[in-house]
T-cell receptor, first 116, second 113 residues
Framework: DSGVTQTPKHLITATGQRVTLRCSPRSGDLSVYWYQQSLDQGLQFLIQYYNGEERAKGNILERFSAQQFPDLHSELNLSSLELGDSALYFC???????????????FGPGTRLTVL | AQSVAQPEDQVNVAEGNPLTVKCTYSVSGNPYLFWYVQYPNRGLQFLLKYITGDNLVKGSYGFEAEFNKSQTSFHLKKPSALVSDSALYFCAVRDNYGQNFVFGPGTRLSVLP
């Protein structure tokens, strides 16, 4: 158990809908990362938040957004869902001490999103 | 932009034999390199990382990796494979600027009894 929690474990929804995925980092970790894992695209970095602020952006679509709250939990919002958004979405956290480049990321168990 | 290649989709090895999972990278400046393992229906678990110093890094579950700057490689190794090592292995790199974290496509390791 990494100490990172994600809810829900599974989510089934329809095209065009909007969903919110939630992540609670390990105690003491200030950074949260979001990843998408699909069969054809592999593991893709989406976005990173550090202590409430956006720090780095990867291959995140404009239909997707995220935020990190004062209690450090994070939410990933996916809107206007398409069939191709079906994937595993992982959250990871790290301490991000100093520059944070070397920090180990600890991954949650993931949320499996199915768009029908 | 940085990139990571794992040239083998699948590696098969007999239990008790040594295993190697290959990784090469491209990055600006000094690389920060990581290996993660993913078991079925689970999240990724950290195995080891190279930041600086000794080129041979030892990690969890008896795994080690060798950083080779001239060949831009960071191959994962284990002297004696176990059936329970069967999983999906990811190499990842972060660059000097820490702005992105890139994973390789993954290598599926099967250890045969």
């Amino acid at each position: 158990d990494s100490g990172v929690t994600q809810t829900p474990k599974h989510l089934i929804t329809a095209t065009g809908q909007r969903v919110t995925l939630r992540c609670s980092p390990r105690s003491g970790d200030l950074s949260v990362y979001w990843y998408q894992q699909s069969l054809d695209q592999g593991l893709q970095f989406l976005i990173q938040y550090y202590n409430g602020e956006e720090r780095a952006k990867g291959n995140i679509l404009e239909r997707f957004s995220a935020q990190q709250f004062p209690d450090l939990h994070s939410e990933l919002n996916l809107s206007s869902l398409e069939l191709g958004d079906s994937a595993l979405y992982f959250c990871a956290s790290s301490i991000d001490f100093l520059a944070g480049r070397t920090d180990t990321q600890y991954f949650g168990p993931g949320t499996r999103l199915t768009v029908l | 932009a940085q990139s990571v290649a794992q040239p083998e989709d699948q590696v098969n090895v007999a239990e008790g034999n040594p295993l190697t999972v290959k990784c090469t990278y491209s990055v600006s400046g000094n690389p920060y390199l990581f290996w993660y393992v993913q078991y079925p229906n689970r999240g990724l678990q950290f195995l080891l990382k190279y930041i600086t110093g000794d080129n041979l890094v030892k990690g969890s579950y008896g795994f080690e990796a060798e950083f080779n700057k001239s060949q831009t490689s960071f191959h994962l190794k284990k002297p004696s494979a176990l059936v329970s090592d069967s999983a999906l292995y990811f190499c990842a790199v972060r660059d000097n600027y820490g702005q992105n974290f890139v994973f390789g496509p993954g290598t599926r390791l099967s250890v045969l009894p």
